[in-house]
């Protein structure tokens, strides 16, 4: 029991419980959180952590907890819609490659490798600039680049479904091709897919906050975690407060989603256990 | 082997092509006006007008696109209009130093992977291993920007043991551009003092760089070591009386790495997106910074320039590392 110590149920116990409470303060932030995200407490610019503000304010009296709470809606609603946009996308399109082949795989996945070799954050940046940034410049931003993993895993999952017995007996009824796409492949695909997507929703808050931190996501004032932590850069000496608590959220979230999707995949996947 | 080399060598131009068709017509579908942009906020009418006519803006994205590999096929990148200089002299200057910086954090974060990777395997279930997985996890989760202002603020500015910003003290004279790489140049030119400067300047942004590729190596070398380790020729090989550091190293090490020597090309592609980060908040001046300088000016050609040379690279490394494979693995025959 001990030697599992790491792995179960505490570290999975620990994400689910994690990613639920962020969830919920997504849901709920404007009605928990004690001040509104863009509420101005002049008496109190730049004050430390104290009762009246746990987690201090920023240069325009503005509190953090509050600003980190209403920010919890912005980066956990752009992965909610990215992930499930682009892993629909992926899948489609891996799953069409791989059960087709021939030169639609070919073409499709000469197009991922083209994705592939292009670095997330600067493809994300292009678009960003593109179209000037805002949250929707984000959202496009990232399903443009996002969906290529999950192409690639669609791909790998339909051509082995495509060999086995079911699939050759759907065919001999007499199935169309889009039946046995949608009825019988992708439905076989979802445990890889979710682990996938579960793991990646920690990189896609990580790249929001992280155009958001360069410029090009989120902008003021909207309270966006990465933003934050850019506006409180010049405050880092004196006012840690600023910049580290808004970064510590993003970090606990992310630990969040990978602690669950890393149990995920020990429940889909055996062999590495 | 030949025959094999020439056609993934092919497919490489393929995916360059496709990268530069496709960041060019993304870049350029913009509601903005980059003629305004670029020629400053007193330009007057006909500064614009000549801009945009010396830069196709006025044409179709398909005409400009085509503009543009015409000159891109006569080896010209174009003149950044932002920087007044041609992309390519830019390039040069800032590419070595990025060049630098992320192939030492991929070097770095490839040994210290696969090492961690086979200590975990080896210790399957023991504390090594479980600890080695709860940082791994921590490491994937901490945002890249904030572990870089954490070091700066711990190692730079409170301990004040390590340089903050920069490629090389204020004070110490430059290498001699032999091939750029300032380590390797003044390692050649026998300047140590210069040496020291660039190592220090180097250790804090290449160390948080290699962290994310460190992580995902320990973690493809971890289950390839632990399927390879239960193989019966492993047991084969113990039964044999061999030390295990040899059945470790010689017997499953060199057939689990192919796994993680495939993910080297993957592995670059992410250290470049995380060098635009660390030269940011690092102040490097790498190509890194001049391509987020570039799409804050909307430097469509300084901007395309980094993207050729950051989908070179890659083809470069995917090119090498398919190869490597059949030496790695004698079972792979090219056909």
């Known amino acids: 029991m001990k030697k599992h110590f790491f792995k179960t149920p505490l570290t999975s116990g620990l994400g689910f419980g994690i990613v639920f409470l962020f969830l919920f303060v997504a849901a709920f932030g404007p009605l928990i959180a004690p001040y509104g995200s863009n509420h101005m407490d002049f008496d109190h610019i730049l004050s430390s952590p104290s009762l009246k503000h746990p987690f201090g304010t920023d240069s325009l009296g503005r509190d953090i907890l509050s600003r980190v709470m209403y920010g919890a809606r912005i980066d956990l609603m752009v992965v909610l819609i990215v992930v499930p946009a682009a892993g629909f996308l992926g899948v489609i399109l891996g799953t069409v490659a791989g059960i087709t082949g021939g030169f639609i795989d070919d073409l499709i996945m000469r197009i991922t490798d083209v994705f592939m070799s292009i670095p997330y954050l600067v493809l994300t940046m292009s678009v960003a600039a593109a179209l000037g940034p805002s949250l929707r410049t984000v959202i496009i931003a990232m399903i443009t680049a996002w969906w290529r993993g999950y192409a690639r895993i669609a791909r790998g999952e339909a051509i082995s479904i495509c060999e086995s017995v079911y699939i050759e007996a759907a065919e001999a009824i007499g199935a169309s091709r889009l039946r046995i796409i949608f009825r019988h492949t992708i439905p076989n695909e979802v445990g890889p897919i979710l682990v996938y997507s579960t793991l990646d929703m920690g990189a896609a808050i990580l790249t929001v906050a992280a155009l958001s931190f360069l410029g090009y996501g989120v902008q003021p004032p909207m309270p966006e975690w990465g933003a934050m932590v850019t506006q409180g850069r010049d405050y880092l000496m004196n006012q840690w407060w600023l910049s580290i608590i808004p970064g510590l959220a993003i970090f606990t979230v992310v630990w969040g989603f990978n602690m669950v999707g890393d149990k995920l995949r020990d429940v889909f996947d055996p062999r590495i256990r | ?335």
Do not use: C
């Open chain 2, 1 to 335: 082997m030949l025959a094999y080399t020439a056609r993934r060598l092919g497919e490489a131009l393929l995916v360059i092509l496709g990268v530069v068709i496709f960041v060019f017509v993304v870049s350029h579908l913009l509601p903005a006006n980059p003629a305004k942009v670029w020629a400053g906020s007193k330009s007057s009418n006909e500064q614009v007008e000549r801009i945009k006519e010396e830069y196709h803006l006025d044409e179709p994205v398909h005409k400009q696109l085509y503009f543009y590999l015409i000159q891109l096929g006569s080896g010209d990148l174009g003149l950044s209009p932002v920087t007044n200089n041609p992309v390519f002299k830019d390039l040069q200057r800032f590419a070595p130093a990025t060049l630098e910086l992320a192939l030492i954090s991929v070097f770095l974060g490839s040994i210290g992977g696969i090492y961690l990777g086979v200590i975990s395997a080896v210790h399957k279930d023991s504390w090594v291993d479980q600890l080695s997985r709860v940082i791994a996890l921590a490491g994937v989760s901490l945002p890249l920007f904030l572990l870089a202002l954490l070091a700066q603020l711990l190692f730079s500015f409170s301990l004040n043991w390590l340089p903050f910003a920069g490629r090389i003290g204020q004070s110490v004279a430059s290498p001699p551009n032999i091939t750029g790489f300032y380590l390797l140049d003044s390692l050649i030119s026998g300047q140590m003092g210069t040496f020291v400067s660039v190592l220090r300047h180097l250790a804090l942004p290449s160390l948080l760089l290699s962290f994310s590729s460190l992580v995902r190596i320990t973690r493809i070398t971890r289950s390839s070591m632990v399927e390879v380790l239960s193989q019966d020729y492993v047991l084969t090989a113990r039964s044999k009386g061999l030390k295990e550091r040899m059945v470790i190293y010689r017997h499953a090490l060199r057939n689990a790495i192919s796994s993680s020597i495939s993910l080297l090309g993957l592995t670059l592609v992410y250290t470049f997106g995380g060098t635009v980060v660390i030269e940011v908040v690092f102040g490097w001046p790498g190509m890194g910074r001049y391509a987020a300088s570039a799409i804050h000016t909307l430097d469509f050609p300084a901007l395309m320039g980094f993207v050729l040379v950051v989908s070179t690279v890659v083809a470069i490394v995917n090119l090498i590392v398919d190869l490597m494979y059949g030496v790695m693995d004698p079972r792979i025959k090219y056909a």
